[in-house]
């Protein structure tokens, strides 16, 4: 289905907040041209963006592709070869997203993601760095949610030897993992502290 909008602000707002599978903009936009649009949308989304002008000079060309284009169009052109074009791109960009998700191991649990294969975590859409065993650790609770886990447990799981009373380390890490993921870390809303026995992820 092909959805248009006319004005450049209303075309803008519905592709930052709806879903779409390619973009076509006109550069000669009413309100906000097809640049900004260009610009603002290539921040937040990976779509494909075609781009149409009149304009055949070489700077808006490049301006466009600057600006995260994939593609630029003079007019005129036949409708063949727009329609060409945009196959060609949905095509690419679907063998992009099915590569993407079948090469990263993915956890998302309640506003986290973690990318396993990257090694990276986001907290409500905002990267948060973490050392090696803390993202060892969170990934661990993360897999096995609702299990409760002594720390001599967790020790031996993240760090792969016998606590040998070396458990405060465990506690140290899940204190900082909780600086970075919970709101209100004197209220946790992801890894509970069961006492007496351990923690837990809770989902």
Excluded at 111 to 128: F, S, Y
Excluded at 146 to 157: Q, Y
Excluded at 159 to 180: L, N, Q, Y
Aim: hydrophobic share 40%.
């Amino acid at each position: 289905m092909v959805e248009i909008e006319t004005r450049g602000d209303l075309g803008l707002k519905r592709a930052k907040e709806e879903e779409f599978d390619l973009l076509i903009l006109d550069l000669m936009l009413p309100e906000v041209d097809g640049f900004e649009i260009c610009r603002q949308v290539r921040e937040v989304k990976n779509i494909p963006i075609i781009m149409v002008s009149a304009k055949k000079e070489d700077i808006d060309k490049i301006h466009g592709l600057g600006m995260g284009a994939d593609d630029y169009i003079t007019k005129p052109f036949s409708p063949s070869e727009m329609v060409a074009r945009v196959k060609a791109h949905l095509a690419r960009y679907e063998r992009l997203v099915t590569a993407t998700a079948v090469k990263n191991d993915l956890v998302e649990i309640r506003g986290i993601k973690i990318d396993k294969t990257a090694r990276r975590v986001w907290v409500n859409g905002e990267e948060k760095n973490f050392t090696n065993k803390e993202f060892d650790l969170l990934t661990f609770l993360a897999e096995n949610p609702n299990h409760v886990f002594t720390k001599d447990e967790l020790f031996r799981e993240i760090w792969d030897m016998e606590s040998i009373g070396d458990i405060a380390t465990v506690t140290v890490h899940i204190k900082k993992i909780r600086e970075k993921i919970e709101y209100n870390t004197a209220k946790p809303q992801y890894i509970e502290t069961i006492w007496g026995v351990g923690y837990r992820f809770k989902v």
